[in-house]
Nanobody, 125 residues
Framework: QVQLVESGGGLVRTGGSLRLSCAAS????????MGWFRQAPGKEREFVAAITWDNSRRNSADSAAGRFIISRDNAKNTVSLQMNSLKPEDTAVYYCAAKTPGWSIGKASNEYDYWGQGTQVTVSS
């Protein structure tokens, strides 16, 4: 059983940056590919970015490409999402998630086995 705890959300102005972190415990972190998803009010949860267990491959949504960077530190059991050039449409609750196998990047939320509780990101115009 893996527990995931996100942090780093907050209020930022358009064009600003935030760095989200997700700390994992209770499992072998290297067994999992990690992903970030987000959900805005009244909308479905959507894929943001994902990374394989060994940092060898990353994938991101078109909306995040060129602005958001996912990374992980297996020594610290953490995965991060650096978000730059933020826009009001990035406002959402951001969730980190874990899936197996660790070599497979998934974009669908139903591929992920474990979820954090989410952290709110609000971008003001």
């Amino acid at each position: 059983q893996v527990q995931l705890v996100e942090s780093g959300g907050g209020l930022v102005r358009t064009g600003g940056s935030l760095r989200l972190s997700c700390a994992a415990s209770g499992g072998t972190f290297r067994d999992y590919a990690m992903g970030w998803f987000r959900q805005a009010p009244g909308k479905e949860r959507e894929f943001v970015a994902a990374i394989t267990w060994d940092n060898s491959r990353r994938n991101s949504a078109d909306s995040a490409a060129g602005r958001f960077i996912i990374s992980r530190d297996n020594a610290k059991n953490t995965v991060s999402l650096q978000m730059n050039s933020l826009k009001p449409e990035d406002t959402a609750v951001y969730y980190c998630a874990a899936k197996t196998p660790g070599w497979s990047i998934g974009k669908a939320s139903n591929e992920y086995d474990y979820w954090g509780q989410g952290t709110q990101v609000t971008v003001s115009s």
